[in-house]
């Protein structure tokens, strides 16, 4: 099948398995468009200083009780046995769903309840609705749900003369400021005390205080008894609908859950079908691993489990939502986003969601999870745009609870939006010419040539020798781009023309080996080849100082990152396949061992996303040639430590000097520690290997903003994370800069180089080369 | 591991969530715990209905009215609602967490922890279990069908609590603003029982 032919079956696909995409969704009313929600999410300082703050206090609490429970009751409570108990729990409820919606409804009608099972928002809207008109009940009282915003109740109940009040504290600030939570967990994370205050006085019609939380939080004790004492109505969400026993269990921190489910003389529980669970006792995995996700407290205040009514006369009605899910489970990638326990860790972790909050990061759910739903409950269409924010960093998946791959479905989200969108001119032109070697070559050398005037042959391509160009059309952005960040010039003389004999692939054969001679093959990547050859010739000489052979593949080009992580599967797949032919080859012919590669993203892409995208193009023998080579593959950093290090290789090395010797702090690249999981490597190499000493930055492995092309598409984003990332690395007055990742120190060294800091920015082989003796 | 050692893990946890934790040799050093507690200042203590026919709880209340605390059956929320103290009883203590398991279908009962502004909460040192597992298994035996089934049970891990505005931990909204556990050691005058009998049935959880 052709990739034409792939894309149209997998348009197809989508059309039919995505019911956003297949039929108009009904827009959610007042919401904004995304281009509107950024620009306030971007000017919000408030919140994303809010988020800012939260963020370290909430990783720290967050571990340190993982550590602790694994501590104390042994490693089945870890962090990673926990996920994958929870994990298996819900898969197995989403592969027997008919099974465990049967049992689930046979206990929960014994019991008393009423299960009503809604195909779409507009069903569960009406079903609620009507249960309001017979039995003449005008005021309704809820907890927090997060379903009854996917299906827009309140605005649906409102607008047929019923009032829905929100009783917990975040959502009812909300509510009262005609708002969306912005956070799944605290809904009004966004808001300042002082604008609480506001809303609240407003509100009452009393002077409520600006500063004083406890007052304000008093107020919603008092405005809400007599709602809670009349409403003829309580409507709860539910954190798991558990099948053994037909029981709604809902977690709340406020009290204000068991009111709304306990007052009222009708209850009503809206919960996706996703919300299933088997047992009591996957409940209580979840229940570890919910609220420390979620906000870092080991556990809510209220777990509250409900199994039919419990009097007389109290009704008791479970809303079991479809709306887009059936879709998800059909799909073999994203049924497993039915995972879900919406902890919202995934947000609390995403350094773009810190800058620009929830309105902008999501549509109704956000953060990493909300850019994977979205497409299901609200169409494509509502994703287009926030899903353009994710960085690629993988934070998200390294913390969520019930381990969803999400960067890769954000990606595969993406691919769909550009199937159906298209993708802008430039990148087209871009990738286009990517994906032709030789033509990219000749670009690439012509551009060396003739970028002087905004080089003046340094080699940056700066804002002060471009702000001539300013003034011309089209210009402008383009030039801006350099104001915050430097761009690096093309090397006059790319890698590939400094390498030698090392392109003689089958000379390493012929030649005679030693049994203990090592080959490597060098993959470079393609910004290490064009951009900052001195980093390849860094690690072509530790190579070859540790007495190893090393050839170069003159056939190397870009692995397709760029295109893949922009969504362009059709340049991305042609890439992909080029590549893993010349490294087949190359081994084939040099009779290598290794393939090194000092690029950890470009490892990633070979080693990770290769076999993920040959899977969904179903092509096997593509997907079989990848997984072979992948064995071989292995990234600088790992390479120096666990072979030439242990190995005991590596030649005697030059002593620091005391006293002059630098201080070292280093950036964990994203691809490095989260996609890797080389989280000590390097500081063994800085601190055990070279002797130096390594001060630790604050969030270390927190993405430096580059981010793939989201730098250029979003450059306020990225030129934020970058400002942090350096002031983080100076505050520990380091000299030198380290990290493992090329496209990492691009744009490092070009936020050093923009605003003249004192730092030197290296790449790890490059500082162990200086050591050489 | 042992009831002294369980309610220690118990305790902090529960402290941790802004919940407190006593230990109470018998029923008379229970009722001098809640007597002297601040929240009684007003003498008057809300129970549920038919707390007297409870067992072994029942027990408490006349020491309870013998120091001159007014006890209130519990009967509609408005005559709860900000009472300043009320009493429940427990079928577990959880010391993983620092949880009580409360089941009651009775409304009557359980507004009792919903509205008033303190409560206590009582337990007896041989329903303090090391972790949720067991909370699992007594879930499944009380929401089996029949009769005795439970509609509404509830963990519950410290008093009321929020951070929804600038992340500003405030304690108290709609529900209590304390909580405080009893763990009575012996609550049964049941001489059958000895205290040392207690002990080791204790020691072999």
Known sequence: ????????????????????????????????????????????????????????????????????????????????????????????????????????????????????????????NRYIYELCRRK??????????????????????????????????????????????????????????????????????????????????????????????????????????????????LNTNEGNGRMVTSLPPVHVVLAGYDKLLPTFADAMTQIRLLARSATGQPMTSYTTFITGPDRPGKEVHIVLLDNGRSAMRADPRFKEALRCIRCAACANICPPYQQVGGHAFGYIYSGAIGLVVTPFHHGLEAAAGPQSLCVSCNACETVCPVEIPLPSLILDVRSRVATSEGLPWLKRLIFGVLARPRLFDLLTRLAALGQWPATRGTPYVRYRYLRLFERLPGLRPLVQLTGWRSLPAFALRPLRDRIGDRANLAAARQEGRRSDELTVCYFAGCMTDRLYPEMGEAVIQILERCGLRVVFPRAQHCCGLPALNSGDRQHGVAMAKQTVRMLERALDESGADYIVCASTSCVVTLIQDYLRLFE???????????????GRIMDFTSFLLRVLVAQQRLPALRRPRSGSAPVVTYHDSCQSCNCLGLRTEARQVIRDVLGLELREMRDSDVCCGFGGSTSIEHPEIAERLLERKLRHAEETGATLLVSDNPGCLMHLRGGVDANGRPLRVLHLAQLVAEYLA | ????????????????????????????????????????????????????????????????????????????????????????????AIAETGSVFLADNALAARIVGMLTLTHFVLVSAGQLVPLLDEAATLLQTLTRPGPQQQHYISLVTGPSRTADIERTLTIGVQGPRALCVIVVATPASDPSLSREEVKDRDNEL
């Not at chain 1, 995505?18 to 468009?33: K, L």
């Not at chain 1, 104390?72 to 046995?81: L, Q, R, V």
């Not at chain 1, 179903?618 to 080579?629: D, E, G, H, P, Y």
Request: net charge negative.
């Open chain 1, 1 to 124: 099948m052709s990739y034409k032919e792939h894309a149209q079956a997998n348009q197809a696909q989508t059309l039919t398995s995505q019911p956003g995409t297949a039929r108009p969704v009904p827009a959610v009313h007042d919401m904004p468009p995304f281009a509107e929600r950024l620009q306030r999410g971007l000017e919000d300082e408030n919140m994303h200083r809010a988020l800012e703050r939260f963020a370290p206090s909430w990783r720290q609490s967050r571990q340190a009780l993982f550590e602790a429970t694994a501590a104390e009751y042994g490693s089945d409570y870890s962090f990673a046995a926990l996920r994958q108990r929870l994990r298996a729990a819900k898969d197995e409820a989403i592969a027997h769903q008919e099974e465990l919606v049967a049992r689930f409804k046979e206990q929960a009608t014994a019991a008393g309840a009423v299960v009503y099972e809604a195909r779409s928002a507009e069903e569960a």
């Open chain 1, 136 to 249: 003449g009940i005008t005021l309704v009282v809820k907890s927090k749900t997060m379903v009854s915003e996917e299906i827009e109740l309140n605005h649906y109940l409102e607008e047929r003369g019923i009032k829905a009040v929100e009783t917990d504290l975040g959502e009812w600030v909300a509510q009262l400021d005609h708002e969306r939570p912005s956070h799944m967990v605290m809904p009004i994370i966004h808001k300042t005390r002082q604008q609480v205050g506001e809303v609240l006085s407003r509100a009452t019609g009393r002077e409520i205080s600006r500063e004083n939380v406890a007052e304000q939080v008093a107020v919603i004790r008092r405005e809400h008894r007599q709602a809670f004492l009349t409403a003829g109505m309580g409507i709860s969400g539910a954190n798991a609908l558990i099948a053994e026993s037909g029981t709604v269990m």
């Open chain 1, 616 to 630: 969904d193009l179903q092509l096997q023998s593509w997907l079989n040639r990848t997984r072979a080579l992948a």
């Open chain 2, 1 to 92: 591991m042992n009831s002294s050692a369980l309610f220690a893990q118990f305790q902090s946890r529960l402290s941790a969530a802004g919940g407190v934790a006593h230990w109470a040799e018998d029923l008379a050093q229970a009722a001098e715990i809640i007597a002297t507690h601040p929240a009684l200042a007003e003498q008057r203590l809300i129970i549920p209905p038919a707390f007297a026919a409870c067992q072994p709880w029942g027990a408490l209340l006349p020491l309870l009215s013998a120091r001159g605390i007014r006890l209130e059956e519990a009967t509609i929320p408005e005559r709860v609602a900000d009472a300043p103290a009320g009493l429940s009883c427990a079928s577990l």
